[in-house]
């Protein structure tokens, strides 16, 4: 190829941005330095958003210098910690709101799935406050059929679970036939209880 070729004229060479920026940087601001300053450093504490500008090896040197809580004691310097924890915002206490007022109890006016855990009872007072503890526990609607395993063991619908195991053993010694003389004929009220008791069990009532 010829030296004068016209593809020659057609080559474009890389621009080194490095050295542009290098031109265009300002001069580092360690005394005595004439190196650009293309590393940038923090100033100090209450100037956050300042940097100083320091070539490669005046910005490493001023780093291991560096102490943000330079002239602080160490009872402000736990402080600043502490409150770093939550971001420097404030806080109160559980239960209080910002000025020092209890906070106000929102749970008669609830709906959704709050207002469903207050019928059901709140026995850890998460969702009421003393009223709340204080009132009775909601009786539970019983089903055709338990309601009929209750009359059938002769209890009525708000009988405890001792009660309904109570009546059952007394029902069971009644009308067994090793219990009755051998007396078949209560065998069919015998498999009512027998029913009627299994039926609350698996209904979680006793």
Not at 29 to 42: S, T, V
Request: charged letters at 30%.
């Amino acid at each position: 190829m010829k030296l004068n070729s016209k593809y020659f004229e057609k080559i474009r060479i890389r621009p080194d941005r490095q050295a542009d920026a290098k031109t265009e940087a300002p001069r580092c601001q360690w005394d005595g330095c004439g190196e650009p300053g293309l590393h940038r450093a923090p100033v100090g504490r209450h100037k956050e958003g300042e940097y100083f500008r320091f070539c490669f090896e005046h910005v490493r040197e001023y780093n291991k210098n560096y102490n943000y809580f330079s002239g602080l004691k160490d009872t402000e310097i736990a402080r600043f910690q502490k409150e770093a924890l939550t971001g420097h915002r404030p806080t109160w206490k559980i239960g209080s709101s910002g000025t020092g007022q209890a906070a106000a109890d929102f749970a008669p006016y609830r709906s959704g799935h709050a207002a469903y855990y207050r019928r059901l009872g709140d026995p850890f007072n998460l969702f009421g406050g003393a009223e709340a503890r204080a009132r009775a526990p909601v009786e539970k609607r019983l089903k055709p059929l338990e309601a009929k395993a209750l009359e059938t063991l002769g209890l009525a619908a708000n009988a405890t679970g001792a009660d309904i195991k109570a009546r059952y053993k007394t029902l069971v010694k009644r009308h067994h036939p090793d219990a009755n003389g051998g007396d078949r004929g209560s065998e069919a009220r015998l498999r009512d209880v027998l029913q009627a008791y299994r039926l609350l069990k698996q209904a979680g009532f006793c």
